[in-house]
């Protein structure tokens, strides 16, 4: 049985994402509210004159709901993803090729 969003817990996920490098840190804080906001606050000063970040502080019910609704923030870890896979491959064909 799937549970009811609305019956579950806010976990809290703060995004710092460099949009010049294409780069996301993500910092989950499950259900600890304060301490988010506290690290969001304390991003937000540190990051305050680099104009191409962002910081997001999210609340949801999953990292998975997160992923749908801020795919922006998961490009960078989609693209890690096919590059190991690539270079993988490259690998393996140059190994069968050496043989």
Do not use: C, W
């Amino acid at each position: 049985m799937m549970k009811n969003p609305a019956e579950s817990p806010i976990l809290h996920f703060l995004f710092v994402y460099d949009r010049e490098n294409d780069s996301v840190d993500m910092t989950e804080f499950g259900e600890d509210s304060e301490r988010a906001l506290d690290a969001y606050a304390e991003a937000e000063r540190k990051y305050r004159h680099r104009k191409s970040f962002d910081i997001v502080l999210i609340g949801s019910d999953s990292l998975e709901s997160v992923r749908e609704t801020h795919s922006t923030y998961f490009k960078s870890e989609a693209h890690s993803s096919i590059d190991s896979v690539l270079n993988e491959l490259v690998r393996m064909e140059l190994n069968h090729s050496a043989q």
